[in-house]
């Protein structure tokens, strides 16, 4: 071991110290951290280190693929095969930092590892994914909007779904980003344009991965734990100025101007992301809601109930059905109230003949019974 090697291990073990004594973010203890640049980083060539905030100064190894903006799976694949390499070769912690496309190569390597017995698998905590400007973000990157398996055209990239995994992830993500932070609504076109133009002014920044994750405020920080115990935490870095707009500052126009549209355009733009919702009112639960008062209502009597039997003679009684036997005579009858005996039954009276003519007497109009017509026809046949 050289002196220099000595010494930067000797600096990146205080660094891991100190920010696990001091630091807010979830601090990522590694040995050596894995570099996967985006689109073009082939074309640049070495970058040197990152020296990332986050990564506490240690030891980097840059991660060589072809990183090609035309035929994504077939770079994707190339450089998750040597990421995949170096995670297996590398003893002890590890952190992998893809940016871009490199966040693409990161999902795939999770992918390939998962598919592996979990004998052959790093220990949850020996491992630590963070994705930056990562389109293949489930909270906010632009490949959520299209369903697995299909192949975007032009960029040659198939959407898959990123697994699972025990080991903890960390997003960054800055505002406005059209890869990584696209709009929840993509039928707010104002928000939409606004992402697109994003790509431009914000996702490709230099210093897009340079970010003090202490400095975030909490409200922009989210904290999820899947089933398999693994921790997602998402910072969202907000842009102070809408990239819509930054096309008429180039251009010169006045900043006067510019801000006038901005503060109509921002509300418009904010309104396509469901995180700037204003919150709901919780709905009563069963514990939270009032107990119902009992209304001093009396009961309304209930109706006299009446029920038809069917009386078979001699001494049957059938419910609901006709008697049987062969001399049953069968008849109505029902059950009443007793004091209906009080009443004069009407149809006993109608039943005799006396009743009967009585009540056909009162049932004809005056002149209009038979017995009248012929009085009336004899009385014409003695004039």
Same mark, same amino acid.
């Given at each position: 071991m050289t002196v220099g090697s000595a010494v930067r291990q000797l600096i990146a073990v205080g660094s891991v110290i100190a920010a696990?004594?001091?630091?807010?973010?979830?601090?990522?203890?590694? =040995?050596?951290?894995?570099?996967?640049?985006?689109?073009?980083?082939?074309? #640049?060539?070495?970058?040197? !280190?990152?020296?990332?905030?986050?990564?506490? /100064?240690? @030891?980097?190894?840059?991660?060589?693929?072809? &990183?090609?903006? #035309?035929?994504? =799976?077939?770079?994707?694949?190339? /450089?998750?095969? !040597?990421?995949?390499?170096?995670?297996?070769?590398?003893? +002890?912690?590890?952190?992998?930092?893809?940016?871009?496309?490199?966040?693409? #190569?990161?999902? $795939? #390597?999770?992918? %390939?590892?998962?598919?592996?017995?979990? &004998?052959? %698998?790093?220990?949850?905590? +020996?491992?630590?994914?963070?994705?930056?400007? =990562?389109? &293949?973000n489930p909270q906010g990157g632009l490949l959520r909007h299209f369903p697995e398996g299909f192949r975007l055209p032009g960029f040659g990239v198939t959407v898959v779904e990123t697994p699972e995994t025990p080991w903890n992830t960390i997003y960054v993500t800055r505002e406005? =980003?059209?890869?990584?932070?696209?709009?929840?609504r993509v039928h707010n076109l104002v928000a939409v344009a606004n992402a697109l133009v994003g790509i431009v002014y914000v996702h490709a920044q230099p210093g897009y991965a340079s970010v003090d994750l202490d400095a975030v405020p909490d409200r922009d920080v989210t904290v999820t734990t899947n089933t398999l115990g693994g921790v997602t935490t998402s910072y969202l870095v907000r842009t102070e100025r809408l990239p819509l707009l930054q096309p008429a500052r180039d251009l010169g126009v006045p900043e006067k101007i510019v801000k006038h549209l901005e503060a109509a355009l921002k509300p418009v733009v904010d309104a396509g992301y469901v995180r700037n919702d204003p919150p709901r009112?919780?709905?009563?639960?069963?514990? &939270?809601?009032?107990? @119902?008062?009992?209304?001093?209502? $009396?009961? +309304?009597? +209930?109706? $006299?109930?009446?029920?038809?039997?069917?009386?078979? !003679?001699?001494?049957?009684?059938?419910?609901?059905? @006709?008697?049987? /036997?062969r001399h049953a005579r069968v008849v109505e009858a029902e059950l009443r109230d007793p004091r209906d005996d009080e009443r004069p039954d009407v149809r006993t009276q109608a039943s005799t003949p006396e009743s009967a003519a009585h009540a056909g007497a009162k049932s004809d109009p005056p002149g209009d019974s038979p017995s009248d017509n012929s009085g009336a026809d004899a009385e014409r046949g003695d004039e």
């Open positions: 696990g004594a001091i630091a807010v973010a979830p601090a990522v203890v590694a =040995d050596t951290v894995l570099t996967v640049g985006g689109t073009g980083s082939a074309l #640049v060539g070495d970058q040197g !280190s990152w020296r990332l905030p986050y990564t506490h /100064g240690a @030891p980097e190894v840059n991660i060589v693929y072809p &990183s090609s903006p #035309v035929f994504m =799976d077939w770079s994707v694949a190339h /450089g998750a095969g !040597s990421l995949h390499a170096a995670i297996v070769s590398t003893p +002890e912690g590890k952190t992998a930092v893809g940016i871009s496309q490199g966040g693409l #190569v990161l999902a $795939e #390597v999770k992918r %390939r590892l998962m598919a592996l017995p979990e &004998s052959d %698998r790093p220990a949850s905590g +020996e491992l630590v994914f963070i994705g930056v400007g =990562d389109p &293949s406005y =980003d059209g890869f990584a932070d696209f709009p929840d009112t919780p709905a009563l639960t069963a514990a &939270s809601a009032p107990e @119902p008062v009992a209304a001093s209502v $009396e009961p +309304e009597p +209930e109706p $006299e109930r009446k029920r038809h039997l069917r009386v078979a !003679s001699p001494g049957r009684i059938a419910v609901g059905g @006709p008697a049987k /036997g």
